[in-house]
């Protein structure tokens, strides 16, 4: 698996490890001096380097590419591209692409350029002749909260732009046991899922988190403008760039326009249907430091 460092990646590691005991894995990273699991075996491999991916990937006969995540001056979708090369040339049979839920965006709407990229490394992946599942990841429930969290250590009010619109989320933990089973499992083949756990509206997560955590956090829609100015005063989303607020935003305009509901695919992926939100939220709480 590719971006084996990274937040989703080492939940798929864990429930990978978990599945087979380390045996036949191997974790591709950035930086493997940084990178310590003695469980498998952890090569270098960088998605603007296909030659040292494709060397990474030798033998590999499954691969979880995991998208690249949004950092300014880079472009994605030829990452994407070599990663798919890479694969290829080492003789990959079948690939697991991380993607993201929803129907298509407009082009004018702020989630379009981000969404494109998906698509376009689907449509790659698709012809490349190898074995093929797309995994449209529902979104991350853990990074909602955190926003939500944030509202309660300051007014208490809640703020997006996406109205009363119903969204697919799901937290890494759970996801994490979905791709492994994708990756594991040979039934699955020449398909795409949605991973997702409950749609739900932004008041209905605020208020399940609010059960959850004792807090009394109240959701308020606002417009795109003021959810833009919204991340423009947050200087950690400033530090991240342009290109990831206007991607919060534009997630959230979806959501509003209905784009990020779906079937959830979970239960057919795994076997069981997914942990309510309440219940993923509950697991979130209870490991976090006390």
Known sequence: MTAASGLLGR?????LIALTGGKNLVAVVRNPETFNDAKVAVRPGDYDNETEMAA???GVDTLLMISAPIV???DRLAQHTRAIHAARAAGVRKIVYTSVIGADADHRMLYWPTQQVGRATEALIKNSGMTWVIARNGLYVDLDLAHIRRAADGDGIYRTNAGSGRCGYISVAELGIALAALVCGDQFANETVNLISENLTQAELVSIANDVFGTHVVYQNIS?????EKFHAMPDYVKRGEDVITMLVGCFECIAHGLF?????FAYVTGRPAKS???QLAAIR???PH
């Open 224 to 228: 795109i403008e003021q959810c833009l």
């Open 286 to 288: 209870d490991k976090r």
């Open 277 to 279: 939100i309440r219940e």
């Open 72 to 74: 300014p001056n880079t």
């Open 11 to 15: 939940a798929v590691l864990a429930e």
């Open 261 to 265: 509901e779906v079937s959830p695919d």
């Open 56 to 58: 990474a990937l030798t």
